[in-house]
């Protein structure tokens, strides 16, 4: 039985030449695992394995990008950099030079993963099925797109024989394309049976490699936990306007169960590990319901002034918003239909319906300021700006003034039967973030609440304007992470108070013995100096 220990067996010195061999490491990602329903569930008795690591370890929530660019968490934890020094932030981007949309995969990230500076110093290491970064060459073991939710990079291994090895032995991963299911009881009941399977063969898999492989960090992920939250939340959450009362279809309990087979497996590895091995276990993000004003941004930014040169200014008054044909057309498809019919198409045909889902006819030449797909619960905004962007018309002088008149419009709107805010976080990234591929960065992003329902915004400019639901999915991400640790000279129950994703690669690193490069902007968690720094900074 694997003990979770709160003082490791071995000191670790702060330069890699010191000892052959530091501790072993054990990490364990969990992708959009929410950290309260951990919380909620390890209290009750029903995830033992995260209770333990709660009560025996550390554990810390962690400040995450989800509240700005979603898709760069799992980048800024490999690397320990915000997203100003990712070439790539969403997959559907914005060119300046072009003034249009760009598909971006995940090879063009451009970021240097932790795992490199484990195997430049001559360190062990397996990386197995991350999400959302292709495959790298080291001493050890690299598995990518095996069974990832929504990874845009090659299903490949290295050594490049094993993913046939793993195919052979374990099949492929029974999820398949998450977003493919439609939201009929029959196609989810198929799609909850498909995650559990998936979440059992993936811990067996792992634990085959954990004993085959010599290896002195074994990093993991399950991303379970991502597609149910997509698809089972409105059978979880009582509060969501299609929550049912009587569980007609059986469904309430499956994020739950998904939760619970990832604990099990979990325990089992920590089962497996030598005594002694020290363990971190996070997730970038967290899971709740949707609720948002993001594929109706554009009219809202125009409405309120900002878009359009030419609109002329509105009386108040109640007016229900547009709604992207595209978007209707996809959610009326059945989702088998839709991707098979994709696969028959040309490349470039693809690409443009894609952006037409997200961004419709893209008319930008006239606009002053246009809104840019992003993750859904997170609306994104760029300025256009003369000498920086084509179609710009703003002088530079003007750009900071105008993003925070746009910030302080976007905090006026309102939840129009509650009155409550319906904008939980304006971001200037500029002021955020620094790095190469800032300018490339959309200038504003809008972090809604979505802990209520809403659907009718006011704002004193437009007055009440009416969102109609376009997604298919009840979930979607929230900007709180979380860290459990064991082994790395915590008190048991240690709360370590605040932190960010930057902190985990500079963690894994110094208990590595490998000094950590200038260029990451995070702090080891288990040192004195890196409290101290935690406590007065925030993330950027």
């Not at 484990?118 to 095996?146: E, H, I, Q």
């Not at 976080?425 to 190469?436: A, K, M, T, Y």
């Not at 006011?458 to 900007?479: A, C, E, N, Y």
Request: proline residues 6%; glycine residues 8%.
């Amino acid at each position: 039985m694997y003990t979770f220990v709160t003082e490791p067996k071995l000191s670790v010195p702060s330069t890699a030449h010191e000892v052959d061999r530091p501790v072993r490491q054990l990490l364990i990602g969990l992708d959009a695992m929410e950290w309260s329903l951990v919380q909620q569930w390890a209290e009750a008795g029903l995830l033992p394995t995260f209770q333990r690591l709660i009560e025996q370890g550390a554990h810390v929530e962690l400040a995450s990008t989800a509240a700005q660019l979603p898709d760069t968490v799992w980048s800024a934890i490999y690397s320990g950099m915000n997203p100003g020094h990712f070439a790539k932030y969403f997959y559907v981007q914005y060119d300046a030079i072009t003034g249009d949309l760009k598909m971006m995969d995940d090879d063009s990230i451009g970021a240097t993963p932790f795992w490199r500076y484990l195997t430049d110093a001559g360190r062990r290491v397996c990386v197995l099925d991350v999400p959302k970064f292709p495959v790298s060459r080291m001493d050890g073991v690299y598995l990518a797109n095996w069974g990832t939710h929504a990874t845009k990079t090659a299903r490949a291994s290295h050594p490049s024989g094993l993913l046939q090895d793993i195919d052979q032995r374990f099949g492929p991963h029974p999820v398949g394309e998450c977003d493919a299911v439609d939201s009929n009881p029959k196609a989810l009941r198929k799609l909850r049976g498909r995650i559990l399977d998936g979440v059992r063969v993936r811990g067996e898999l792992y634990r085959f490699l954990m004993a085959r492989e010599k290896w002195d960090v074994f990093f993991a992920a399950f991303s379970e936990a991502h597609c149910a939250g997509h698809h089972f939340w409105q059978f979880l959450d009582s509060t969501h306007p299609h929550y049912d009362p009587t569980d007609r279809e059986g469904l309430r309990d499956t994020v739950q169960c998904v939760y619970q087979a990832i604990d099990q497996e979990i325990g089992k590895m920590l089962e497996l590990a030598e005594p002694g091995t020290r363990c971190l276990v996070f997730s970038g993000h967290g899971m709740g319901p949707i609720w948002h004003a993001s594929w109706n941004l554009q009219e809202i930014l125009d409405l309120l002034g900002f878009g359009r040169i030419t609109a002329q200014s509105r009386t108040p008054d109640n007016q229900s918003a547009g709604i992207n044909p595209w978007r209707l057309v996809k959610m009326a498809l059945p989702g088998k239909f839709q991707y098979a019919v994709k696969a028959m198409l040309p490349k470039a045909v693809q690409n443009e319906l894609i952006f037409r889902w997200y961004a419709g006819p893209r008319k930008w030449s006239g606009c002053r300021v246009i809104a840019l797909p992003n993750n859904d619960s997170v609306g994104a905004i760029r300025l256009l700006v003369s000498g920086r962007d084509r179609y710009g018309v703003i002088a530079p002088s003007d750009y900071r003034k105008i993003c925070h008149e746009i910030a302080e419009a976007l905090y006026s709107l309102r939840d129009a039967a509650t009155g409550r805010k319906v904008t939980l976080q304006v971001s200037i990234l500029h002021e955020e973030f620094d790095g190469p591929y800032t300018d490339g960065l959309p200038d504003l992003t809008v972090l809604w609440d979505q802990s209520f329902a809403w659907d009718e915004i006011v704002s004193p400019v437009f007055g009440r304007l009416k969102i109609r639901m376009q997604d298919s999915r009840s979930g979607s991400h929230t900007p709180r992470g979380f860290l459990l640790a064991s082994g790395y000279g915590e008190s048991p129950g240690q709360d370590l108070g605040r932190a960010t994703l930057y902190d985990i690669a500079p963690t894994v690193l110094s208990a590595a013995g490998v000094d950590q490069p200038d260029v990451m902007h995070g702090q080891p968690l288990f040192s004195t100096h890196a409290a101290r720094v935690r406590l007065s900074a925030g993330l950027r």
